[in-house]
């Protein structure tokens, strides 16, 4: 008997709060740049490109916009008019013939963004902080700015905004929505304090730092069932987007996990990070989703430079119930089939990640078109 087929748990089906998944085998969220249209449409090459890809169990959509002001990248897809809303029902229906699974993941940048993609708005985040990096724009890259710290009513905004997303990505057929509040981004801006000084009830403590979360999770909630909803956090995630980890870092994301506990959402999604010199990644992303995993109760996805060998390990010694795949999904759109048969992996060109058109994106080789 083969390995594969004396150990299926990547591959076996996966029930969470009432949604069955062919596979344990999570299709990451990946930022692709192929919304070409200023319109921030979902278009038929986007819809192509999950359908290639609709053999995981579960795919994750690459982060859609929530507002015009949540926009931080050219050629970004959203998810907050009618137009754009409609644009995504071909997407959904083409993974659901598939009989995958589909989440939107609903993003807002926050301070990563830049006047030049915002209509020559500043952009906004908890604490006028410059984050020190790098804007890519319809003119090319451009330096980061010093934001706009948010208002009480602008922090309201933004919260309502996500619930109206959550309600159109229903409307598109999404079977679900994951709140991105990880990797430097507008809800982990408000985690960290080196992005967060504000004095008010969104700044200062550990309850305060995490409260737009909760704010949002309820109020999406007003609209949507828990079952429908995933979070994605990124605990270790540093140096990156003007980040830090401090000395209350653990602390605060071992507060949000295990309050997330008492919502009964669709699952928690935990992103590694790993040092550019760390010479076992893998062991240090297993570190840290095994301390996460004692807190929390609910479904658990892992992410982060796993092989098929890694996941069904991890899968095994109840670390995760999920793992979610990235760069792998870009360059075997089969890549369950190709878990299953145990065969060669193609390698992703890095230089297309977040170019345009086809090259790249729609046309690596599937499995009987290269044997």
């Known amino acids: 008997m083969s390995k594969i087929q004396d150990k299926m748990t990547v ?18 969220p990946m930022t692709r740049s192929r919304a070409t249209n200023r319109k921030g449409l979902a278009t038929d090459l986007i819809a192509q490109y999950y359908e290639q890809r609709a053999t995981a169990g579960l795919i994750i959509s690459e982060g859609i916009s929530v507002s015009k002001q949540a926009i931080g990248y050219i050629n970004i897809p959203g998810i907050y008019s009618v137009e754009q809303t409609t644009s995504w029902k071909n997407v959904t229906e083409k993974v659901h013939q598939k009989g995958s699974k589909i989440f ?5 940048v926050g301070r990563i963004s830049h006047p030049d993609l915002l209509d020559g708005n500043l952009p906004l985040a908890p604490s006028e902080i410059n984050p020190n990096s790098e804007c890519y724009t319809y003119s090319g890259f451009k330096s980061t700015v010093i934001p706009k710290a948010m208002t009480d009513q602008e922090i309201k905004n933004t919260v309502l905004d996500f619930q109206v997303a959550a309600e159109n990505a229903m409307k598109a057929d999404f079977d679900g929505i994951e709140i991105h509040a990880a990797n430097g981004y507008l809800f982990h801006q408000f985690f960290a304090k080196c ?4 004095t008010d009830q969104y ?7 995490a409260r737009i979360l909760f704010e949002t999770l309820d109020t999406i909630l007003q609209k949507i069932p828990s079952s429908k909803i995933g979070i994605r956090l990124s605990p270790d995630f540093k140096t990156w987007f003007g980040i830090q980890t401090d000395d209350e870092t653990k602390q605060l994301f071992e507060y949000i996990i295990t309050k997330l506990n008492t919502y009964s959402l669709a699952y928690l999604h935990i992103g590694g990070y790993v040092e550019a010199d760390d010479h076992n990644p893998t062991q240090s992303i297993l570190e840290t989703a095994k301390h996460y995993r004692k807190l929390y109760k609910g479904s658990y ?11 069904d390990d991890a899968i095994e010694q109840n670390v995760a119930d999920l793992i979610s795949f990235g760069e792998l999904f870009i360059s075997n759109p089969d890549l369950v089939k190709r878990f299953e048969l145990n065969t060669k992996l193609q390698k992703a060109d890095q230089s297309t990640f977040y170019s345009t058109g086809e090259k790249g994106y729609i046309d690596y080789p599937f499995l009987e078109s290269t044997i």
Do not use: C, P
């Open 11 to 28: 591959l076996d089906k996966y029930v969470t709060q009432n949604l069955t998944l062919k596979n344990r085998v999570v299709m990451a």
């Open 104 to 108: 939107a993941q609903l993003w807002h």
């Open 195 to 198: 992005a967060n000084t504000r």
């Open 203 to 209: 700044g200062g403590n550990i309850e305060n730092r």
């Open 301 to 311: 996805i892992i992410n982060r430079g796993f092989t098929k060998e890694s996941a």
